[in-house]
């Protein structure tokens, strides 16, 4: 009985902690709220901020998301690329608009936006008219035609999935773009591989994915991890890696940046 007192003390203490945490983020995110309010920014309740990044700290969304846009803008520049001359782009992954926010004042392309979260596409919707937003299942097609993208980035996104719904994703995300457009992802590379097991690590250094909690693929509880070989090998077999930017991810700290083209022939 004592310790089912205690577990129920600490979980209690724990309740109270996220909750006081939660209070002061909030109170701290009131001016910048208000600022973006004012040069018609919408900014996201707190709940749906949380709901991607386990936070509702507004100065992480905003920040973060400004320094994704950077380094989007920084790899597609090495390339020869410039994001205002594409066509039409997809946010794949959007969540409640952390990056695509960025692109508002972008003259030129067509933005899209896809989510298998409906409440955050909602919100989008309604907050974020400069782009058509999609909700899409975890684990079905796209509902958009074959070829329709000439660029698609995914932040944070394979690194929540499991082996088989990477393979699914990276087949369906080639079926989306045009011939010779570029896909960005990024994923945990070798800067996490102290972060795991022994047993991990000896599948990692073989070149195998780790991913820890695929039942809870989508979500933030489940994590996967890739070695450079396997993303170049297996992920991303189908592509030509234009550029590979160990912890390149500005945004998405200390992941790997994968800038990669699908061939004009595929």
Same mark, same amino acid.
């Given at each position: 009985?004592?310790?089912?007192?205690?577990?129920?003390?600490?979980?209690?203490?724990?309740?109270?902690?996220?909750?006081?945490?939660?209070?002061?983020?909030?109170?701290?995110?009131? /001016?910048?709220?208000?600022?973006? $309010?004012?040069?018609?920014?919408?900014?996201?309740?707190?709940?749906?901020?949380?709901?991607?990044?386990?936070?509702?700290?507004?100065?992480?969304?905003?920040?973060?998301? &400004?320094?994704?846009?950077?380094?989007?803008?920084?790899?597609?520049?090495?390339?020869?690329?410039?994001?205002?001359?594409?066509?039409?782009?997809?946010?794949?992954?959007?969540?409640?608009?952390?990056?695509?926010?960025?692109?508002?004042?972008?003259?030129? /392309?067509?933005? @899209?936006?896809?989510?298998?979260?409906?409440?955050?596409?909602?919100?989008?919707?309604?907050?974020?008219?400069?782009?058509?937003?999609?909700?899409?299942?975890?684990?079905?097609?796209?509902?958009?035609?074959?070829?329709?993208?000439?660029?698609?980035?995914?932040?944070?996104?394979?690194?929540?999935?499991?082996? @088989?719904?990477?393979?699914?994703?990276?087949?369906?995300?080639?079926?989306?773009?045009?011939?010779?457009?570029?896909?960005?992802?990024?994923?945990?590379?070798?800067?996490?591989?102290?972060?795991?097991?022994? &047993?991990?690590?000896?599948?990692? $250094?073989?070149?195998? /994915?780790?991913? $820890?909690?695929?039942? $809870?693929?989508?979500?933030?509880?489940?994590?996967?991890?890739?070695?450079?070989?396997?993303?170049?090998?297996?992920?991303?077999?189908?592509?030509?890696?234009?550029?590979?930017?160990?912890?390149?991810?500005?945004?998405?700290?200390?992941?790997?940046?994968?800038?990669?083209?699908?061939?004009?022939?595929?």
């Amino acid at each position: 009985m004592p310790d089912q007192h205690m577990r129920l003390l600490t979980r209690a203490w724990g309740r109270l902690g996220r909750i006081s945490r939660q209070a002061r983020e909030r109170v701290r995110g009131l /001016p910048l709220r208000a600022s973006e $309010r004012k040069m018609g920014r919408p900014v996201p309740p707190g709940r749906l901020i949380h709901l991607v990044a386990n936070t509702e700290d507004v100065a992480w969304f905003l920040g973060t998301g &400004e320094l994704a846009a950077r380094s989007i803008r920084d790899v597609l520049n090495r390339n020869g690329l410039a994001i205002e001359d594409f066509g039409a782009i997809l946010d794949f992954g959007c969540g409640v608009g952390r990056v695509i926010r960025q692109w508002a004042d972008l003259n030129g /392309p067509e933005l @899209h936006g896809t989510d298998y979260n409906p409440v955050l596409i909602d919100w989008c919707r309604t907050q974020l008219p400069f782009a058509r937003f999609h909700a899409n299942r975890l684990d079905r097609p796209l509902d958009l035609e074959s070829g329709r993208f000439d660029f698609i980035y995914c932040l944070s996104v394979f690194t929540h999935l499991s082996e @088989h719904l990477q393979q699914f994703w990276m087949g369906e995300l080639a079926r989306v773009l045009a011939p010779g457009g570029y896909l960005l992802i990024t994923t945990h590379g070798d800067h996490y591989l102290p972060m795991l097991s022994p &047993e991990e690590q000896s599948c990692y $250094r073989a070149g195998e /994915p780790v991913v $820890r909690k695929a039942g $809870r693929q989508g979500s933030n509880d489940c994590a996967a991890f890739h070695p450079e070989t396997y993303v170049r090998q297996t992920l991303a077999r189908d592509f030509e890696v234009a550029e590979m930017v160990p912890e390149g991810a500005l945004g998405n700290p200390s992941q790997d940046v994968y800038l990669l083209r699908k061939p004009l022939l595929s």
